[in-house]
């Protein structure tokens, strides 16, 4: 399974940037993904995902609603919108999916597969 993040960019505060997450070797509507995110000299911290339906969705708290999560199983993809975007937002991106199912999608270690990430940088 390769997945392939892309969408980042360079974004002033205040703007907003949609983030891709393409799933191959399998399709994306058999297991859950997720966003998780990485900023300068931290650890890597959970930022949204989605059930395998699509029906359910988790998101940190500290992102206040600005941040959605959404798939589109006919195109294998995982997108991320984000906007009202900050400077601590700053961080490189990356999206996974787990191998089975029932797990807390929140850990990052429920999660097998990642991405390569793709790096946001917002500018104050």
Do not use: H
Request: charged share 20%; hydrophobic share 35%.
């Amino acid at each position: 399974v390769q997945l392939q993040a892309s969408g980042g960019g360079l974004v002033q505060a205040g703007g907003f940037l949609n983030l891709s997450c393409a799933a191959s070797g399998r399709t994306s509507k058999d297991y859950a993904m997720g966003w998780f995110r990485q900023a300068p000299k931290k650890g890597r911290e959970f930022v949204a995902a989605t059930s395998w339906s699509g029906r359910t969705t988790y998101y940190a708290d500290s992102l206040e609603g600005r941040f959605t999560i959404s798939r589109a199983d006919a195109k294998n993809t995982v997108y991320l919108q984000m906007s009202s975007l900050g400077p601590e937002d700053t961080a490189v991106y990356y999206c996974g999916a787990p191998d089975i199912y029932g797990i807390d999608l929140t850990r990052e270690a429920s999660y097998r597969y990642w991405g390569q990430g793709t790096l946001v940088t917002v500018s104050s």
